[in-house]
């Protein structure tokens, strides 16, 4: 063609449109846009507050030595000596043993609901257990907890008492403690295998293989950073709560001694308290008045949670499937975990 | 060949529609998995149902003995707890009498304030997260509201009453006020307002969270189309998104609620000394009024589990957690199947 | 391409007269005769009412560094109908989008030149207030979730939607332009026995009415069109068709598309685009049946596309 495209030179004067005009709209809509902002703002700044204060506080009261000795045993008065090395063990003692019973527990039932659910009725049933499970608050799963640890048959799982068993112990916290962390395995393993594409499955019974296996060796293994992220938030539940503690892991600050003569099994059938306790008891609420050990404890559970949700992220970032799953995952997860938590 | 075929259809029909397409040879351990894993599922429905009995058998004395009365005022909660406790029963009254307004009244009055005052804080909240936030300050504001979420209630707690309980004593509360209801109640820091404002800040995370994903959910479309009829963005947010998004933020409402009822431990150490019902007439007093709602009050009292009818007043005022918690997941049921409706109109 | 033919058209010379067309006959395309009822369509406007209503002078676009309108210059005059055609990314849509300044919400885009209404720089005015005055409706169709009067009502409505009580909180004035508007979009007659059905009932063709409807409700002075059937069915692209040739008397009306036939059967003024770059504009006949440029001639034979 003679008359080539000849492509005219870009402009020099080039204008990169500024974002809509707030300051053109009417004015009630203007103090709307205000609203939000402060809004948002505001919710900024109060998390940045807690961090801020509970950073300067715990670092000025938090000492290495806190974090290695046990606490005066018996004592009220925690103002004088004694760290907190038995509340920390007992913290990761009860988030043991819970995450232990939660962790298989949550998947199989989960496994259960999405890829079997037969009869239908059944599968609703336990759908609406999980969330009612969920909708309770933990102080009443403590009550529970306390009703049938405390029958005769179960001082194997803690001690004996008057009538029938003690109720409380390690053990009993822990598994009242899986209950709480149940429903946020359960549903971070089925968003997990629902978001797994059929034809997995499909290629899986087209060779010959049952459900029950595709599930153990090519679902569950595909989706185990939805499965971790579960865990690792039912963990946090678990670190978190207090009030299963009160009720089911008694008062004592310090670990008691070992019951009966199995190694750890005894350790556990004693009771003791955890880092949430502590930091009640030290606190103006509890009986303690050493709030700089409240502070102290309260500084450094904090920062458990804040690796565990930081170690979420993580997992639900890195995942296999796209970043729209992975976000959307990240979403269904920070609900459950925001609605599921407290005391 | 034929026969086989045939054979292959009966067998499938005989299948209850589920995705069994595996041949005879590992089915009967399929079944047996199957069995197995549903067994642990009715655990778990097993235990729900223990949870309710024994809770409701544990808690029935306590009802029979004061009838609809165990919901009403009377004397005073801690007279009536230490009653039990020493076994010195109150005039004219048995062990067991127990008159639970003052903790049904701190109940309702802070998980409904601390609700709506969320609500509308999370959904300006939401608003400014999804359409005005600069995209630096999202991403950032997404772990923060995280970090809100997962803060330990007894760390609120103890935030709420080492510096924020003695901030309001000092600057909030007057000495005069103080004075006036000194015959009645003593006021300080602790109080209805400062309960509140922690618990509306423990459930905002939630209801953000649930709002700002359902309005990043709008479809597009829509949003491009209101603003191409010369609809700024606020109104487009406000007449087509928030109308769209209204049963999510039900649901997350739903959510946020059941959190506030059940909030135990921060609202012992922060909302009051004492289970005393807050008295709105009394005007702006009203808003420092101790209160002591139901989920604190059992934890306040766990030790005395062990005490025949003080553990038995403890499982009744459980029993009406469990109760009012049922009632809201039963609600957020029903949240959820309009939220169904509406995916499938739209 | 015979060397001797001109250069490539760059500038539009502003002041052309448009060409009065005598009626025709059954028109062939390829071999496919066009429906009898839009070959009937009425002969175009004398020129005395046909006037400008926006003009693109030298105007360039780009997203972030990639430049996707070159250069290109075209009145949009009320009383026909503007089609832009050419291959995807020939940016006709971004063209399109750039006149009610829908491209300034996409983050990082740029441009250069004047876009003018009626004389005035769009750049100057009040953004909410020239999309009303320049409506567009967009290729799905996309009502929103409310009711066919609430819809229809929507860019008039300032105040909160109506509640329960619908009927009797509707102004009469409302009503009267919702149903003018219903009107001139064809689908008054379909709906007018319940305006308050969710909008989103409708079939395809009555959504995509709908928006027009919902566009022109404010009576805007330009309509806007991106492809807007091809997500539709022959006959509501039919229908569509139809109206939007009747709309041409009050509205300028100015359509992306990329179907070829369309555009000939809707379009009385043709500009081919290809790569950012105004290749050709002229009259639809003059661009099918006599085009200048090759690449024009390429593009309407079906050489590329």
């Known amino acids: ?343 | 060949m034929r026969g086989g075929v045939l054979q292959s259809l009966r067998s499938r029909r005989r299948n209850d529609g589920g995705r069994r397409s595996t041949p005879a040879s590992g089915a009967a351990g399929d079944r047996r998995a199957e069995l197995a894993l549903g067994a642990l599922g009715v655990l778990v429905l097993v235990l729900i149902g223990a949870m309710v009995v024994t809770v409701a058998i544990k808690a029935w004395p306590s009802f029979r003995y004061n009838g609809l009365g165990w919901f009403g005022p009377g004397a005073e909660v801690d007279t009536e707890l230490r009653a039990m406790r020493e076994s010195a029963p109150l005039k004219g009254h048995g062990l067991l009498y127990f008159t639970a307004w003052p903790l049904l009244w701190g109940t309702i009055v802070t998980t409904l304030a601390a609700v709506a005052l969320a609500l509308v804080v999370s959904t300006f909240a939401a608003i400014f997260l999804t359409e005005f936030a600069p995209p630096r300050m999202r991403r950032t504001l997404d772990p923060v509201i995280r970090l809100l979420a997962g803060v330990p209630s007894v760390i609120y707690g103890l935030i709420g009453i080492l510096a924020i309980a003695p901030w309001v004593d000092q600057h909030l509360l007057s000495e005069s006020r103080k004075k006036s209801v000194l015959y009645v109640v003593q006021l300080n820091g602790e109080n209805l307002t400062t309960g509140t404002l922690i618990l509306t800040v423990m459930i905002l995370p939630i209801m953000v969270a649930i709002t700002a994903s359902a309005l990043s959910s709008v479809p597009p479309a829509w949003r491009e189309g209101s603003v191409a009829l010369g609809v700024n963005r606020w109104r487009t947010i406000r007449r087509v998104s928030l109308r769209t998004v209204w049963p999510a933020v039900a649901a997350g409402t739903v959510l946020a609620t059941a959190r506030a009822l059940g909030e135990a431990v921060m609202l012992a150490m922060v909302a009051g000394s004492t289970p005393f019902a807050a008295n709105p007439l009394d005007g702006l007093t009203f808003l420092f009024e101790p209160v002591r709602p139901l989920a604190a009050t059992i934890f306040q009292e766990s030790e005395g589990l062990t005490i025949g009818p003080l553990s038995h007043t403890i499982y009744a005022m459980g029993a009406v957690l469990l109760l009012s918690a049922a009632m809201l997941s039963l609600a957020g049921w029903a949240v959820k199947q309009m939220l169904v409706r509406q995916g499938i109109r739209a | 391409m015979d060397p001797l033919m001109p250069p490539p058209i760059r500038r539009i010379a502003l002041d052309a007269e448009p060409t009065i067309a005598p009626a025709r006959e059954l028109p062939q395309r390829n071999g496919h005769a066009v429906p009898a009822a839009v070959a009937a369509r009425p002969t175009r406007a004398p020129a005395s009412l046909v006037r400008d209503r926006m003009t693109v002078e030298g105007v360039w676009l780009a997203y972030g560094e990639n430049w996707v309108v070159r250069d290109v210059s075209l009145p949009v005059r009320q009383g026909e109908v503007l089609a832009l055609i050419g291959a995807s990314g020939s940016g006709k849509t971004t063209l399109l989008r750039s006149l009610n300044r829908l491209t300034e919400i996409t983050a990082g885009a740029a441009r250069a030149g004047r876009i003018a209404l009626d004389g005035t720089d769009i750049h100057e005015l009040e953004v909410n207030a020239l999309r009303r005055r320049v409506s567009m409706v967009f290729q799905q169709p996309n009502p929103f979730p409310m009711s066919i009067y609430d819809n229809v009502a929507y860019s008039l409505a300032e105040q909160r939607p109506d509640r329960g009580r619908r009927r009797r909180r509707r102004s009469p004035e409302l009503s009267a332009a919702v149903e003018d508007a219903l009107r001139r979009a064809g689908l008054w007659e379909e709906v007018s026995g319940d305006l308050d059905r969710s909008a989103l009932r409708l079939s395809g063709g009555q959504q995509q009415r709908l928006c027009i409807a919902r566009a022109l409700a404010a009576q805007p002075e330009v309509l806007l069109l991106d492809e807007p059937c091809s997500a539709l069915d022959p006959i509501s692209t039919a229908t569509i068709e139809e109206l939007i040739v009747g709309l041409r008397e009050s509205v300028a009306v100015v359509i992306v598309t990329h179907n070829l036939q369309q555009a000939f059967r809707v379009a009385d003024h043709v500009a081919f685009m290809h790569l950012g770059e105004l290749v050709e504009y002229g009259p639809s006949e003059q661009v099918f049946d006599r085009p200048r440029e090759q690449r024009t001639r390429d593009y309407v034979s079906g050489a590329f596309g």
């Open chain 1, 1 to 343: 063609m003679a008359a080539a495209a000849v492509s005219p030179a870009p402009p020099k004067a080039v204008v990169r449109p500024p974002r809509e005009r707030v300051s053109s709209w009417p004015l009630v809509d203007r103090l709307f846009y205000a609203l939000c902002w402060i809004s948002g703002l505001a919710l900024c700044a109060i998390a940045l507050w807690i961090v801020l204060y509970m950073l300067v506080k715990g670092v000025s009261y938090l000492k290495p030595s806190l974090l290695t000795s046990s606490p005066v045993s018996g004592s009220i008065q925690q103002t004088s000596n004694g760290g907190f090395l038995d509340p920390i063990e007992g913290t990761l003692l009860v988030t043991a043993v819970g995450t232990l019973i939660a962790a298989p527990l949550g998947v199989a039932i989960a496994v259960w609901l999405t890829e079997y659910a037969r009869p239908s009725w059944l599968a609703r049933a336990v759908d609406s257990a999980i969330e009612m499970l969920a909708g309770v608050p933990s102080i009443v799963l403590a009550l529970f907890g306390l009703i049938f640890f405390s029958q005769g048959f179960l001082t194997f799982v803690s001690q004996g008492a008057a009538s029938g068993a003690l109720g409380q112990s390690f053990i009993a916290a822990g598994a009242v403690m899986a209950l709480i962390a149940l429903p946020l395995i359960v549903a971070a393993t089925r968003e997990g295998l629902e978001a797994l594409p059929p034809r997995i499955r499909e290629a899986s019974f087209a060779l010959g293989k049952t459900k029950a296996t595709t599930s153990r060796y090519v679902l569950l293994p595909a989706i185990k950073p939805s499965i971790a992220a579960g865990v690792v938030l039912g963990m946090g539940r678990i670190i978190g709560d207090t009030a299963i503690i009160t009720v089911l892991l008694g008062g004592s600050a310090q670990l008691t001694e070992p019951v009966g003569h199995t190694p750890v099994w005894g350790l556990l059938r004693g009771t003791g308290s955890t880092l949430t306790s502590y930091v009640y008891y030290n606190s103006p609420a509890g009986e303690g008045n050493a709030h700089e050990k409240a502070y102290a404890a309260a500084f450094v559970l904090l920062l458990m949670v804040l690796a565990l949700n930081f170690l979420v992220t993580r997992l639900t970032v890195t995942g296999e499937r796209g970043p729209a799953a992975a976000s959307r995952l990240r979403m269904k997860l920070a609900e459950s975990f925001a609605g599921r938590r407290w005391s």
